[in-house]
């Protein structure tokens, strides 16, 4: 798999509490070996965002991202709070 990050989701994650930032590492670790750990809670997205997918990084950060050719290429294109990715 290989995973690259949309420069809104850099924008976003530099601005994340060093905790979060810790979380959000380990859990695209996790991804990058198993997309859909029972944990993650990988999801497809409705509404406007139909065709893009989520997983769950804590209880309430999530992280948008778009899959291609079965997961050979990922783009993660944000991440934050539930309430700011939706």
Known sequence: ????????????????????????????????????YTALKNHPLKGSLKGKRAFSVTGDVRIIFEEYDGYVLVIMLD???HNQVY
Do not use: Q
Not at 4 to 17: A, C, G, I, Q, V
């Open 1 to 36: 798999m290989k995973i690259r990050y949309h420069k809104n989701f850099e924008k976003k994650f530099k601005k994340l509490s060093p905790d979060v930032k810790k979380n959000v590492v380990s859990a695209v670790r996790i991804f990058s070996k198993n997309p859909f």
């Open 79 to 81: 991440v934050g709070t």
